[in-house]
């Protein structure tokens, strides 16, 4: 999982800190390609958090809004992420239900191999993945609220393989 477990330990850390208004919902979808369509069809917005390939060193953010991600060219798709998130969008455009907004705050890995764990990059661009998250529910007119006492968040996958 190494890098790729991005998206889960944003999910952890957000629910753990943060409590959402009502119609936002925090979800860890794995890497389901198309599968994603019954997840966002119909929605207002969405905003996915993941690892992106992208120019730049390990661990740095990168924010890609609808317009950028539809304009890319299509190429083959080769990694677990297959068919991609703009193939979703526009198989829902087709449909008629896409969502009128859609941003992906993603973050440049240093490794998406079998191990156990982020990379020190990638762990320590997770506070700016979570301000750059809670940045855009505001945005939307759907902030978050601070836990009183926020928990630390639940990666169990780490505690099992450690």
Known sequence: MADDALGP???RRL???????HGVEVLDLGTPGLD???FLAGLDAAIVV????SDGAPGALR?????EILSKPLRPRVSPHDPALRETLLTLELAGCAPREVVVVGVIPARL???????DAVRGAIPAVERA?????????????????????????ESVAG
């Open 9 to 11: 330990w944003s999910v």
């Open 15 to 21: 629910e753990a800190g943060w409590t959402f208004p």
């Open 36 to 38: 994603l369509s019954p």
């Open 50 to 53: 993941d690892t992106v390939a």
């Open 63 to 67: 924010v890609y809004r609808r317009a």
């Open 113 to 119: 191999d079998s191990t156990v764990g982020l990379s």
């Open 133 to 157: 998250v809670l940045a855009e529910l505001e945005r939307l007119g759907c902030p978050a609220r601070a836990r009183p006492a926020p928990a630390a968040p639940e990666i169990w996958w």
